[in-house]
């Protein structure tokens, strides 16, 4: 675990990314690619945004997300699953098929979670 001491969440926000993108960027380095967990959410959102901002080849990068409203239809603004590509994989190349967000309408919530 890193502890970051910032003066302002933009900033801690910045080094957060700063931080995250380089780690990403040594697992492709030495694997050809990262699989990353992102936490979603407003307290998230300076890091989100300036990670968008870092030279990483997303199209490497594998993410999943373990946060969304159970009913809430996924293109509600609300959503996690909304969020996370208005904030985040719409500014970025990372493909469909990297993207690991939960399906918060499954008929079986148990199973989709296990998945």
Not at 46 to 59: F, N, R, Y
Not at 84 to 89: K, Y
Not at 91 to 100: L, W
């Amino acid at each position: 675990m890193k502890i970051i001491i910032s003066k302002d969440a933009k900033a801690l926000g910045e080094q957060a990314a700063e931080y995250v993108a380089g780690i990403l960027n040594q697992c492709i380095a030495e694997k050809g690619e990262a699989r990353v967990v992102l936490s979603t959410g407003a307290s998230q959102l300076t890091t989100i945004e300036a990670l968008v901002q870092k030279p990483v080849d997303w199209s490497k990068v594998e993410m999943f997300h373990l946060d969304e409203y159970v009913g809430l239809p996924k293109e509600h603004p609300e959503s996690y699953h909304s969020f996370m590509h208005r904030n985040f994989f719409d500014h970025v190349d990372i493909p469909a098929e990297n993207i690991n967000l939960l399906n918060d309408n499954a008929p079986d919530i148990d199973a989709e979670c296990r998945q």
